[in-house]
């Protein structure tokens, strides 16, 4: 369940930062009839020339007990270009139960390479410490992207399918799937996220934990281009996972 969460609360955070320093936004995650299963918090800044993205999320109630007590911490740092995030750094921390994992990748644009370091240790001892040069090169990681799909997508009226690459998503090789609805799709937008947004769309997590539906998250995006809400639909044996700006 842990994973789910960390995974949408991911893509929750698109923000139009054109003339902001500093964003904090913190989001409830529920799931059916248990309720509350997490909190997320998210925090950007910013000047002309570097970004820092922390995002901590922790499990509450049931969720909190079944996944032992589990914290992520995502952090991403770059800097900008053209107006966009990009990143040069992105790191996952988790810890659960006795164990912790260090995951940091290392972006050279030079050389358009990534270099993944993955350090692991269980009560205070390190037992995996491993170097990995990956197959896929991106400007943006998992949370660049979705910070900088406000400049990405210009029309955000007209139905289109866009498909970007980011570092971090290795399990989705390598890349995420953004759809923007057609009018005909819009009414089941606005069921599940209300008729208050700027503009919805919707996010393909391509893992085969999602496999039903393919672990479609529909999104509801302010005018501020912050999203507001988010439904993670039909996970096998879980249902839907709603988020909401608090």
């Known amino acids: 369940m842990q994973k789910f969460l960390m995974i949408m609360v991911s893509l929750l955070f698109i923000f139009n930062i054109s003339n902001a320093e500093t964003i904090e936004v913190k989001y409830k995650v529920e799931f059916g009839i248990f309720g509350e299963i997490g909190i997320a918090e998210a925090k950007l800044t910013k000047d002309d020339s570097f970004y820092v993205i922390d995002i901590d999320l922790e499990a509450t109630g049931i969720a909190k007990t079944l996944s032992r007590g589990q914290k992520e911490r995502h952090i991403s740092k770059g800097h900008i270009a053209d107006g966009v995030m990009v990143s040069d750094l992105y790191q996952i921390i988790k810890h659960y139960g006795s164990k912790m994992t260090d995951r940091v990748y290392k972006i050279d ?26 197959k896929e090169y991106a400007k943006d990681d998992l949370l660049t992207l979705y910070f ?16 970007f690459e980011a570092v971090g998503a290795e399990k989705q090789d390598g890349f995420v799937d953004v759809h923007i609805p057609n009018s005909d799709e819009l009414p089941e937008f606005k069921k599940m996220l209300g008729e208050d947004a700027d503009w919805y769309a919707r996010a ?43």
């Open 148 to 163: 900088n799909l406000n400049s990405y997508v210009k029309d955000r009226t007209t139905s289109k399918d866009y498909r």
């Open 204 to 246: 393909v997590i391509h893992q085969e934990i999602f496999s039903s539906d393919k672990g479609e998250l529909l999104l509801s995006i302010g005018k501020d281009g912050i999203a507001q809400k988010a439904v993670l639909k039909d996970l096998i044996f879980f249902g839907d996972i709603r988020a909401f700006r608090l």
């Open 109 to 134: 644009h030079d050389k358009k390479e990534v270099i993944r370091v993955t350090q692991k240790w269980k009560r205070g001892e390190m037992y995996k410490d491993e170097t990995k040069v990956m």
